[in-house]
């Protein structure tokens, strides 16, 4: 359900959010669902603040019914640096949002109940998502971290894992404790939702991959230069295996050697593209091979 149009943002909730409105003004706690509604609403204005910094539209702001999503045009996770600072900007507003209720309870600017419930609800929402799990800003932090390592598609399998396990966690240990009393059937919802939303991330992953691929060769046209890494790769190696190691702003030219190690060539980033495009992942990475090695000793 739309709520405003601002600034050219959409702006949205959910119709679970709604019924999680409508059950909590029934059980007499509609003052704590409003805060947490604020809350993350605020949240995703700070993500919002963070990709206009960088330049990117955001297009929606839906708040869901355990959190919200800024649905933004264009690939961010294309750029890790990029993409961390846009994750973080959520956890960070809610860490001032924490600071500033400190000062109003301090004050008693506000009924201490409330600025206490205030100051929790941030703490718990900044915490929870800087866990190193997707689909969590966390495990959106974690992934522009080892992209520049390991690769973005591998940086993604990695942090989707930890989503998968964190969820299936929540699930069955939340399922457990609402059954011993000492838990709302909100939490394994809560884990049910993280279980879910990073199956989607792991859906969407090699497509966002190869994108970036296709922009490192754009940039390399426009501006002329691009930073270079390079790797090693025997040469019956599957295309798919040397690609998974390819990392974000780096152009990668790949020495492709026989059993003995002994350089046979070197295929650049380009040309394993095109042998992926044109002939699957499975292919030898030796097809790829353009600049052939001579050896004048043999």
Not at 154 to 182: F, I, M, W
Request: aromatic content about 10%; charged content about 20%.
């Amino acid at each position: 359900m739309r709520l405003a149009t601002l600034f050219g943002i959409r702006f949205s909730v959910n119709p679970w959010f709604l019924l999680l409105l409508l059950a909590a003004a029934w059980a007499g706690r509609l003052t704590e669902a409003a805060t947490v509604f604020a809350v993350a609403l605020l949240h995703e204005i700070g993500h919002v603040v963070a990709a206009r910094g960088y330049g990117i539209q955001v297009s929606e702001v839906e708040l869901l019914p355990f959190g919200g999503v800024a649905r933004m045009e264009g690939l961010l996770e294309a750029d890790p640096a990029v993409e961390a600072g846009i994750a973080l900007a959520g956890p960070l507003t809610n860490l001032v949002l924490l600071g500033l209720g400190v000062l109003a309870w301090r004050y008693e600017l506000f009924p201490a109940a409330w600025a206490s419930f205030f100051v929790g609800t941030n703490a718990a929402i900044a915490g929870f998502n800087l866990l190193p799990a997707l689909p969590m800003d966390g495990g959106r932090l974690f992934r522009a971290y080892r992209a520049r390592r390991v690769g973005y598609r591998r940086a993604t399998h990695q942090a989707v894992r930890l989503g998968k396990a964190l969820g299936a966690a929540l699930l069955v240990g939340g399922a457990g404790l609402v059954y011993g009393g000492y838990a709302s059937v909100t939490l394994p919802l809560v884990g049910l939702f993280v279980l879910l939303a990073a199956g989607r991330e792991a859906e969407t992953a090699g497509y966002v991959f190869m994108v970036s691929l296709i922009r490192k060769q754009q940039a390399l046209a426009a501006n002329g230069c691009l930073g270079a890494e390079a790797l090693v790769a025997r040469a019956d190696a599957p295309v798919r295996h040397v690609v998974d190691r390819f990392v974000p702003q780096r152009y990668h030219l790949v020495w492709v050697v026989d059993e003995a190690g002994r350089p046979e060539g070197i295929a650049a980033e380009a040309d394993i593209l095109e042998c992926l495009f044109d002939r699957g992942l499975d292919v030898p990475v030796s097809e790829a091979v353009q600049v052939r090695y001579i050896d004048k000793r043999r």
